[in-house]
């Protein structure tokens, strides 16, 4: 018989590099979902959880489970409490459609959880580009962009090519046939032609944030 795999939470994540250690909860049982949150809780520490599926929080014991802030869009939870993001917005999220919300709501929910608001900029996809234009001054104020598309994610490019701050672009697997699951919005995003366009993992609002949070201090030295 097996032993089980211990689990060791990397308490000193933010110490080292920024960003705290998220909890990845899919695949991960119930139990040992539990087990980590009493380890966090026994430690006096928050995490944040991605992933996580309302029927895994539900399964959780009830004392964990009400400590839980959670959002079903994102599938996010926050455990423990969390400072409210402090100071105005440095990163805008810009979304093509609202079929990308739930990619964006796990970005703009982990810059939460590590103390940066963020501006929420949606259904600005460029199958309508009068609706980007309308809005691009707004963008270009914006330090870090944060680009969600899917379908042929041409939205980053044109983003890419239209404001001075670092762009990151997230692909989605939104769209029907050939965008096979979000893998031709990555290999449009990976091809483009707008130079210094950061591209992360399929449907990675996490990966996103967390490459603005290792921006942001590097912008803060510059102001």
């Given at each position: 018989m097996s032993t089980p795999t211990?689990?060791?939470l990397d308490l000193e994540?933010?110490?080292?590099?920024?960003?705290e250690e998220a909890v990845l909860c899919a695949g991960k049982t119930p139990a040992q979902l539990a087990d980590i949150l009493a380890r966090a809780e026994e430690a006096e520490?928050?995490?944040?959880?991605?992933r996580l599926d309302a029927a895994q929080r539900d399964a959780l014991p009830a004392a964990l489970a009400e400590r839980i802030d959670y959002e079903a869009l994102s599938r996010t939870g926050i455990f423990g409490t969390v400072a409210a993001p402090a100071g105005e917005a440095r990163v805008a999220i810009v979304s093509a459609g609202t079929s990308d919300q739930p990619v964006c709501r796990e970005a703009a929910r982990t810059l939460a959880y590590h103390g940066h608001a963020s501006a929420e900029i949606g259904d600005v996809g460029v199958a309508g580009l009068w609706r980007l234009m309308?809005?691009?001054?707004?963008?270009r104020a914006y330090p870090v962009v944060i680009v969600v598309a899917g379908m042929d994610a041409a939205l980053?490019?044109?983003?890419?090519?239209?404001v001075p701050g670092m762009v990151i672009a997230v692909p989605t697997s939104t769209?029907?046939?050939?965008?096979s699951g979000g893998s031709a919005a990555m290999m449009a995003m990976l091809a483009s032609c707008a130079p210094g366009?950061?591209?992360?993992?399929i449907d990675n609002g996490y990966g996103a944030a967390c490459a603005a949070l290792?921006?942001?201090?590097?912008?803060?030295?510059e102001d």
């Open positions: 211990a689990i060791t994540r933010r110490a080292r590099i920024g960003i520490r928050s995490l944040l959880l991605t309308n809005r691009i001054d707004e963008i980053p490019s044109v983003v890419g090519g239209l769209g029907y046939g050939v965008a366009v950061a591209v992360v993992n290792r921006a942001l201090p590097l912008l803060a030295r």
